[in-house]
């Protein structure tokens, strides 16, 4: 009886394993990317404490509409002109 957990006749389990070259990159690129989350992970969380925040924040420059928000927004009808 074969379920579909079996291995078909005659394939081996690392036939699917690509060039020493591409699984090496992949290690490093993977190393790398923990060595970022590992950085990351060591810095202190943002502060959730109401006292913390600046109650005023003043604006800073202008608020600008780009063409192409300005043509998804005309086409959803909010008419941003």
Known sequence: MSTSTDRPEGRLTHADLGTLASMTADAQAASRA??????????PAPSLAYDDYP??????GEVRVDVAAQRIANALELHLD
Request: hydrophobic residues 50%.
């Open 34 to 43: 923990l060595h970022l989350l590992d950085a990351a992970a060591r810095r």
């Open 55 to 60: 109650r005023e924040v003043a604006k800073t």
